[in-house]
């Protein structure tokens, strides 16, 4: 349901600028977070929940949080 939720609103998604630098850090990735992100949530092994105002998208050993008003990516790190 949660999954649903955030693949119909995908072009919504983004971070700021802080959030590229730590979410590359965190994920020791060089990509775009943004897209990384967006192609872990499309994973079909990915599972979204949904605590307080947070979506949490666990997927590959790694934790994605995004705010579920703005859809902004707030960090993502590794379990």
Request: hydrophobic share 35%.
């Amino acid at each position: 349901m949660y999954k649903k939720i955030l693949l119909e609103n995908i072009d919504k998604i983004h971070t700021t600028e802080m959030g590229i630098v730590r979410i590359q850090k965190n994920l020791q990735i060089k990509d775009d977070p943004v897209d990384y992100c967006i192609l872990k949530l499309k994973d079909k092994n990915s599972i979204v929940r949904k605590k307080g105002k947070n979506y949490y998208i666990d997927v590959d050993g790694s934790i994605i949080t995004i705010n579920s008003s703005s859809f902004t990516i707030i960090t993502a790190h590794k379990k």
